[in-house]
């Protein structure tokens, strides 16, 4: 990767290659049922260019050297402008949250695996925006002191660097197609995250599910697709959505594509993929 400025739009390719991935269970698709009744891939797609512009300015106020306290300040109407770009489902604000810290962070430190400063800055976050909150998600997070999107920035990203990453490149390194390699990640990632966007009843069976599925063989397997079709249907029935679990996909994929580029999710490369390093950062 050559400047951290590539990082917006590489957090919207990666919102596009999730959202366009499936079966995925409960989460937005081109082909499953989904438990959003209030958003499908179009708006998703449709708030790309607003949230390009917010992480831009994401990433210039660390380059700038502003505050973490104009982050703060400015990411309520970033939330207010990518939504309404959406159409108005709300189902966007947990990656504008990750994106915004990231890229700041990426700014301020002017590396584009800035995962020290994104603790940093993802602690203050957290004490500043923890008890405030405007969606259900949020207050069942605040009552149940639930981590969710605050606990990977103040983690540095940490399930993004060592699920969702790994994951990822294992998979295409052995030469499975990319949707199978967001499947893979996003089952993987509800295996572990705790996530506010899903019921407390719900939340160890989805955890079990989604590891079952894994164990069953995932997108990889004749049995382990028929458990997957089985859960994305058992989610749809429950209106389930662990949605954190693409939240971190999507910043796992903006890792894979700022460390080995572009073409390495591209089907239409010449030479083959070259994967040489692991490492994605010094704090890593």
Known sequence: MRTVRELPMLFCESVALEVLSGPKPGLVDPV??????????????ACLPELRRCLEEALKLGIDGEPVDELIRSLPAWNVDVITASGGPNSIRGIV?????YCYSAGFENDPFPFGRIRVVGRRCTEALWNRSETKCGRIRIKERLAGVFGEVSS???TARVVSLPVLRATLRAGRPLEEAVIHSVLACMSTLEDAGIPRKLRDWVKQRASEVLRAGGPFTERGRAELHKFVYECAERGVSPGASADVTVVGLVLLLARWGRDIVSPYRDPPRRWSGGAVGRDS
């Open 97 to 101: 949250f990750l994106g915004s810290v």
């Open 156 to 158: 540095g990203m940490a």
């Open 32 to 45: 499953s049922p989904s438990s959003h009744e209030d958003m499908g891939p179009r708006e998703f797609l």
